[in-house]
């Protein structure tokens, strides 16, 4: 029932009660109706026997069983009388008429009050006594009789027994169910088609709201109903129709703002939202179908790669607000200078990519130096500096023996980088022969094996021993960082730290060169080792989080700061002045020592050295290999020893392969050697120790 209609519902509440009550006047009448025909035909036998027992009086009386027997044949010309019995006091048959259905003395025993006896089957007997008249005699001459009285002052003459069938009555009763019955199933009918058409009246507008509730679910908003019934419903369909319309309404200004965010959302997945330009993505489909028409249709296209020269000096000197604003206007200065045709994209933070379609190369070198010429005029203002930038450009022709889309930008991008490595804002066309690029696609092949070779675990530490000229300076190591390859052979660092250090790979290279050192040198405590020395990178010199990296490693690994050494080259700390210091004052402040690697490449160091808190310079190698045979080798080795022993500096000396150069150095008074004269690089590996 829970599951049913409303019209089930209201046809259940108008028929259900209705033939409840049906039901019961229908057994109330019946029953009444049964009831009444049998009381009838009693009430009736019983008058044809009272009738009939005076009239036998004097039949009985007299025993003229003639005048008895027509009594009796009268008596059964009425209806339903099967027979009649008349006899005297003792029970003696005095006339009968009919076939009586039960024995005599049954049917009229002696000595009792009239009475009703169920009969035979389908038959009653109403008994009856047949009384003497009444006489005006003595009191005593009734007792003289000597027979037993029936009553006060009355005399039993004998007894009338009339038996009626019930069979007539029986069929008027059968009669009377089944008219009541088809009364009630007729007023059934009745209430059932006034339930049918009172529920399609109320239920009509009901089902059709939850027809046009329906169709609203299922996005029709353009669904009404309507609104003509009276009281509540009639306020229900109008509520709907209203709801609908807001709903339409709604849905419109919805789809709308979801048009505009759809548009929205499509243009900033495919551009750049600081300049406006199509994004790297956006760029390679296009890219991609321009690649495809080279091949369908026999076009040729070119591509230029753009690299800003002097952006980071605008980012360091006046913010990224400063850079950004920068980008903005060089974008709109590159825009005026392409045709409609032509695709400008931001590839990266000051890199783009310029798509000449239907070009050839001779009108691209053309396009790409108006680009170059126009960016090195242009002059940027912020607040009260002015700063001149320059562009580098990489040109790769798309033609027929173009490859992949990543070959194309690998390509401009690496034409690009020789432009710059050439010396900055020029042009540079790649050639399959170029040999300059050859190079910086190798580079760009290190990246992968660099990137797999941190994921994979394939990082290990050398060390080499750095000996006190003195032996007074105790153990020490410098930490070399050596990779395995792909088939497990050991690759030289020089063959993969340029890639590393071009491509920003070098501080996540170094975070692990500190963490495995700092582990080793935990171990080398219990060995009695002094001191480690690890190399940093000149791109991690900048990074503000690798102090806190550092100082969190110590409190890991449990290592005094004082037991290490960072090494940072010349040429990055004086490159990187500004950025360097902090890191350099924070180490100092933990305790660590310092040492300037690669010095002497450039007498202006020395111009520096005062403001850099070094302990240590590492002399350039170059000067010591020849210090024997070469007079001025000397002299330079001299004069760096003595101007850093001045300054409170400790020297250094690299390269160390003879004891001839040994001895020298010791003669100078240099402090601490370092070379394969005095020890190979060994792995750590190899004496028990791997980090993972």
């Keep these: 029932m829970r599951r049913w209609g409303i019209k089930r519902r209201v046809?259940?509440?108008?028929?259900?009660?209705?033939?409840?009550?049906?039901?019961?006047?229908?057994?109330s009448f019946?029953?009444?109706?049964?009831?009444g025909l049998d009381t009838a035909l009693r009430e009736r036998g019983m008058a044809i026997a009272r009738q009939l027992a005076p009239a036998s009086e004097y039949g009985v009386f007299s025993g003229n069983r003639e005048i008895l027997q027509a009594l009796a044949q009268s008596t059964m010309r009425e209806s339903d009388v099967k027979s009649v019995v008349v006899t005297d006091s003792r029970g003696k048959v005095l006339a009968v008429s009919g076939r009586p259905g039960m024995p005599v003395a049954v049917m009229a025993p002696t000595g009792e009050q009239a009475r009703v006896i169920d009969g035979a089957a389908g038959s009653l007997v109403f008994t009856v006594p047949i009384y003497q008249s009444e006489v005006e005699i003595d009191d005593f001459e009734l007792a003289a009789f000597g027979e037993s009285a029936d009553g006060v002052g009355r005399k039993t003459l004998g007894r009338v027994s009339v038996e009626l069938s019930t069979a007539a009555t029986a069929t008027r009763q059968k009669r009377l169910v089944a008219g009541s019955l088809l009364i009630t199933l007729l007023g059934l009918a009745l209430s059932a088609l006034l339930a049918l058409r009172l529920s399609r009246g109320v239920t009509r507008p009901i089902l059709r709201l939850a027809e046009a509730v329906r169709h609203l679910a299922e996005g029709r908003l353009d669904t009404r109903v309507a609104a003509d019934s009276p009281g509540e419903i009639g306020e229900l369909e109008e509520g709907v129709n209203i709801m609908a319309a807001n709903l339409k309404a709604a849905q419109e200004n919805l789809q709308e703002r979801i048009d505009e965010a759809t548009a929205l959302l499509s243009h900033q997945a495919s551009h750049d939202a600081l300049t406006g330009l199509v994004n790297r993505r956006e760029f390679e489909q296009r890219l991609e179908r321009a690649l495809h028409h080279v091949r369908e249709l026999g076009q040729q296209h070119v591509m230029c790669y753009l690299d800003l020269d002097q952006f980071k000096i605008v980012n360091d000197t006046c913010g990224h607000v400063a850079g950004d604003e920068l980008l903005r206007q060089l974008t709109f200065l590159l825009r005026k200078r392409l045709r409609e045709r032509d695709t400008l994209a931001r590839l990266g933070g000051d890199e783009f990519g310029l798509l000449l379609e239907n070009c050839s190369l001779e009108d691209a070198l053309g396009v790409a130096d108006d680009i170059r010429q126009m960016v090195g005029d242009f002059r940027f203002a912020w607040q009260d500096k002015a700063f001149n930038v320059g562009v580098s450009i990489g040109l790769v022709a798309i033609n027929g023996h173009s490859g992949s889309i990543a070959s194309i930008l690998s390509a401009a991008d690496a034409a690009c980088y020789a432009a710059k490595d050439k010396g900055r804002n020029r042009l540079h066309v790649y050639q399959e022969s170029d040999a300059d690029l050859m190079q910086r696609q190798g580079e760009m092949q290190w990246v992968s094996r660099i990137t797999r070779a941190l994921e994979e675990k394939r990082f290990l530490l050398y060390r080499q021993p750095i000996v006190s000229l003195d032996g007074s300076g105790g153990r020490w190591y410098e930490m070399l960082v050596r990779m395995r390859g792909e088939t497990g052979e050991i690759v030289p660092p020089m063959a993969f730290i340029p890639a590393a250090e071009r491509y920003n790979l070098m501080p996540a290279l170094d975070r692990w060169v500190i963490d495995a050192a700092l582990a080793a040198c935990s171990r080398w405590e219990r060995d009695g080792v002094d001191s480690c020395a690890i190399n940093l990178s000149g791109a991690s010199l900048g990074d503000p989080e690798l102090v806190e990296f550092i100082r969190e490693r110590f409190r890991v690994h449990g290592v005094a700061p004082r037991r290490v050494c960072f090494e940072i080259t010349e040429t990055a700390a004086i490159a990187k002045l500004v950025d360097s210091l902090p890191l350099l004052n924070e180490l100092k402040?933990?305790?660590?020592?310092?040492?300037?690697?690669?010095?002497?490449?450039?007498?202006?160091?020395?111009?520096?050295?005062?403001g850099l808190p070094v302990d240590y310079l590492k002399i350039?190698?170059?000067?010591?290999?020849?210090?024997?045979?070469?007079?001025?080798?000397?002299i330079m080795v001299q004069s760096i020893h003595n101007i850093a022993t001045a300054m409170g500096i400790h020297t250094v000396a690299e390269f160390v392969e003879s004891e001839e150069i040994f001895l020298k150095l010791k003669e100078i008074g240099v402090h601490y050697a370092q070379g394969y004269w005095l020890g190979m690089p060994e792995p750590l590996e190899g004496m028990g120790f791997s980090h993972e």
């Design 11 to 27: 046809m259940f509440l108008a028929i259900v009660p209705a033939a409840m009550i049906a039901a019961l006047l229908a057994m």
């Design 30 to 35: 019946i029953t009444d109706g049964i009831q």
């Design 589 to 610: 402040k933990m305790g660590c020592r310092l040492s300037l690697d690669d010095f002497g490449s450039g007498m202006s160091s020395f111009a520096y050295l005062k």
């Design 620 to 634: 350039d190698g170059s000067f010591v290999k020849d210090l024997v045979t070469d007079p001025l080798d000397f």
